[in-house]
């Protein structure tokens, strides 16, 4: 591969980072809800995720992508119920706790958060689908195919990744400033931003 096809590799991954999605909507919500922290454990998730969707595309396992295409349907609705469901929960406790002056309780920080991104991550099968008809595209039929596959995958994670921490950070410092009468608006926001990528989710359609 030469130089300017992997620049223009990177530049397609980084328009693809900053493309609204599920991952992103529930890196923020957790990042405006509880913090830093709370959204690099939630990127760690999403991340791992996506990992494992891309060395699948990257490997050609045919089999997974035979199977994410025939249950497409399935595993977005239930990715799209569960981010609604994360959602609500959000709104719900923000409600309980203006209709009882009752402070909000830290959230639970660590595995559940990071269960949460990875489910979120593994839950949107177009990601897969996409990424087998968008590696391909940049790879030189007449070298090794294999190497250069390997090479696009690690990029397009870390890429993804970059982004992603690069947002979170920017969030978590804006969220810093804010006094305890924005935060409850940020909580708010939070719960919206989730049913926002359910619905998103819930709308997408095959590659």
Known sequence: MSVQILLTFIAACILLGLTPGPNM??????????GL???LVTLA???TGLALLVAAAAAG????????????DVIRWIGALYLVYLGARQLWALRRRAMTGVAALPRALGANLYLEGVLVSLSNPKVLLFLGAFLPQFVDPTRDAVWQLSVLAVLFVTVLAAVDVAYTLAVARARATFDAARLRLLDGAAGVLLLLGGLALALARRP
């Not at 909507?25 to 509880?34: P, Q, V």
């Not at 396992?61 to 497409?72: H, L, P, Q």
Request: charged fraction near 5%.
């Open 25 to 34: 909507s529930l890196i923020l919500a957790n990042t405006l809800s509880s």
């Open 37 to 39: 922290r709370a959204g």
């Open 45 to 47: 998730g999403t991340t």
């Open 61 to 72: 396992m045919s089999s997974v992508m035979v199977f994410m295409s025939d249950w497409f």
